[in-house]
């Protein structure tokens, strides 16, 4: 099997008799989940030395990782489920945690609570399990609307209020809104934000 990746997402090329298919697979923290297409496992004539490992067990210890472009922040509340959020410069300083090696979540409940509710703070999205949201990515299933929706939080650094940027999904948000990523503290991501009209809540 031969591997083309880009960040977490990845095609595969999976041997099958004389031709390959192409199927697709997301890397998560160093583990592949993936799922080639029905009827197309390769027999031990046809590729002794191919596995696709699938249905992995996942790492529910971890507080961040990275990609080629980027890192990944997970929280996991007492209430169950795990919270996920792209990582960037303002909301690593905002989460308080490393933004340039990889940590562990915090084996104190109410440190994890804590942890958690900030990163409700700045949008991040639950999911019943990593699973769920590994699904989301291989396209097993669709998003729901909640998670679909993109929300941007700006929290000004003299604590009055919040701004806020919603869009219902990724196909509603601004092609150069990737400008709010680029902010190196909260009060310039709020700037931006107004720029593309974010309401302001007290």
Known sequence: ?????????????WPYRSSLVVF??????????????????PTMDDSPEVSCPVGRSLNTQKRTEFGKNGGTAF???????????????????????????????SSNVLEEDEFCERMRRIGATWWA?????????????????????????GWPSDGRGVWVLRYASDRDVPRDL??????????ERCCV?????????S
Do not use: C, W
């Not at 083309?4 to 595969?12: K, P």
């Not at 396209?139 to 939080?153: H, I, K, P």
């Open 129 to 153: 399990d990593e699973q769920e949201y590994v699904d989301v990515l291989l396209g097993v299933r669709e998003r729901t609307e909640v998670e679909a929706r993109v929300l941007v939080f």
């Open 24 to 41: 697709k697979g997301v890397m998560i923290g160093g583990q592949l989940f993936s799922q080639p297409p029905a009827n197309t496992s």
């Open 193 to 201: 934000m107004k720029e593309f009209g974010a309401t302001f809540l």
């Open 178 to 187: 990737g400008r709010v990523n680029l902010a190196v503290n909260m009060d």
């Open 1 to 13: 099997m031969q591997q083309v990746q880009e960040d977490n997402l990845a095609l595969f090329l």
């Open 75 to 105: 929280g996991y509340p007492s209430s169950g489920g795990v919270l996920i959020k792209d990582l960037d410069v303002v909301n690593a300083l905002y989460l308080r945690i490393d933004r340039l090696a990889a940590s562990k979540r």
